[in-house]
T-cell receptor
């Protein structure tokens, strides 16, 4: 039962361009959403989050957008840098549960 | 703080053997989580503890899997007997506050290969 889905297993963009990673969820009880970034041979690290009372949260080059009616969120990275190449996990949570997506592997080409 | 510590980093074993994965959470964190990462399913939550007490183990795949947290600084995930389909990377994470409202800090993971 995949409650959080990242339908694109991989994404490749050119350095300097925008990267857009997408995530869909099915459970309307989720009220907090997070993005984690994972480099090879390391554990995921927190990147950015958004509460369901907001529709946008920005932190430097990273912006997360939330569309509650569509149960969809996206992560925008602009401008993309080669160091952003990693696997990005979307997560959705409420007070008792947290679910992760399968991840999207982002490759930023110089 | 050294972060979440997991051991071993790599484990290769034969089918039928018992495997024990270990985790030391960040000091002061009340919540501890065990995850499994596979190519097909991504990060799956297996079980989590609050103050050493298992709260939700609905993600534990089978009775072959068990987890304990005997004290605030140590947890184990045991697979007995192990099977090739258990091959995955297992992560431990900890957080200060409850699920859903706080950032989880992940360990480096244990890559398990069952032959």
């Amino acid at each position: 039962d995949q409650q959080v889905k990242q339908n694109s297993p991989s994404l490749s963009v050119q350095e300097g361009r925008i990267s857009i990673l997408n995530c869909d969820y099915t459970n309307s009880m989720f009220d907090y959403f997070l993005w984690y970034k994972k480099y090879p041979a390391e554990g995921p690290t927190f990147l950015i989050s958004i509460s369901s009372i907001k529709d946008k949260n920005e932190d430097g080059r990273f912006t997360v957008f939330l569309n509650k009616s569509a149960k969809h969120l996206s992560l925008h990275i602009v401008p993309s840098q080669p160091g952003d190449s990693a696997v990005y996990f979307c997560a959705a949570s409420n007070n008792n549960d947290m679910r992760f997506g399968a991840g999207t592997r982002l490759t930023v080409k110089p | 703080d050294a972060g979440v510590i997991q051991s071993p980093r790599h484990e290769v074993t034969e089918m039928g053997q018992e495997v024990t994965l270990r985790c030391k959470p960040i000091s002061g964190h009340d919540y501890l989580f065990w995850y499994r990462q596979t190519m097909m399913r991504g990060l799956e939550l297996l079980i989590y503890f609050n103050n050493n007490v298992p709260i939700d183990d609905s993600g534990m795949p089978e009775d072959r899997f068990s987890a304990k947290m005997p004290n605030a600084s140590f947890s184990t995930l045991k697979i007995q007997p192990s099977e090739p389909r258990d091959s995955a990377v297992y992560f431990c994470a900890s957080s200060l506050l409850q699920v859903g409202t706080d950032t989880q800090y992940f360990g480096p993971g244990t890559r398990l290969t069952v032959l």
